[in-house]
């Protein structure tokens, strides 16, 4: 019989947030496979090293960052491959992933080339979103608003006009895109209503009102937004 494939939200990097499901699929894995970065770190594994049992087959998936998704569909294909060996032996496979894997996780994409053939288990974590809002004290949402979630890589213009529509928006992915979500918001006149979240939950995270945000942001940032009074104080 085949493996079961296991998708493991992680969530935004702080180990005490990992579920307890997470944490007994982890401690208990044959094999475990997470995304890296080409020069070999993975922020995946390391939220999880203190799990990952020390005779763990251990699948490393290279992820070129680039902006042409060709050799990053071709890592996923390899990835894809290694994992199949291992479920066709009838051996269950943990693939780790920061956050949520179906919430712009990496994990969706071994999902769409392996769930079809495979018995899979998705375990959902905690949002880099809703984590960010907890350590900056902001609400998400109340009654009846929509929250509005953006990529920071959006098309300028696109982005100004979801932002001007919106009722509470959360700016995701903003690391090299920062000046430009800065010209959009100060354009709408919201900059005063953002604040702005680096690696929440990590001991370098850091806090701030836009404003007082740095002039480069990393990959994992994000900012927050409300427009007006918050409902959920009244």
């Known amino acids: 019989m085949s493996g079961t494939l296991y998708g493991i939200g992680l969530g935004p990097g702080d ?7 997470a944490y007994r699929l982890i401690s208990g894995a044959e094999v475990v496979a997470y995304p890296a970065l080409e020069d070999g770190e993975s922020f995946a594994r390391s939220i999880a090293a203190d799990v990952i049992p020390p005779d763990a087959v251990e699948i490393t998936i290279h992820i070129p960052m680039t902006v042409e998704r060709g050799p990053a569909q071709a890592a996923y294909d390899k990835g894809a491959a290694d994992i199949a060996q291992h479920l066709d032996a009838g051996r269950d496979v943990v693939v780790l992933c920061e956050g949520d894997p179906f919430f712009y996780g990496s994990f969706m ?3 769409a080339r392996l769930a079809g053939k495979y018995e899979t288990e998705v375990v959902p974590g905690v ?16 009654r009846n608003e929509v929250l509005t979630i953006i990529p920071g ?16 928006v959360v700016i995701m992915k903003v690391g090299r895109h920062l000046p430009k979500i800065r010209k959009v918001l100060d354009a709408l006149g919201l900059t005063e209503h953002a604040t702005y979240v680096e690696r929440a939950s990590l001991p370098s995270q850091l806090v701030v009102p836009l404003e007082g945000a740095p002039c480069e942001a990393p990959y994992f940032s994000m900012i927050l937004v409300t427009k ?7």
């Not at 984590?131 to 902001?138: D, E, L, P």
């Not at 890589?153 to 509470?168: F, G, V």
């Open 15 to 21: 180990p005490e947030l990992m579920t307890l499901k």
């Open 109 to 111: 994409y071994l999902f």
């Open 153 to 168: 890589p959006l098309d300028e213009a696109d982005m100004q006009a979801r932002i001007a529509a919106a009722e509470a």
């Open 228 to 234: 007006g009074q918050d409902p959920w104080l009244n």
């Open 127 to 142: 949002t880099s979103v809703t984590t960010c809002a907890a350590v900056s004290g902001r609400p998400l949402a109340a």
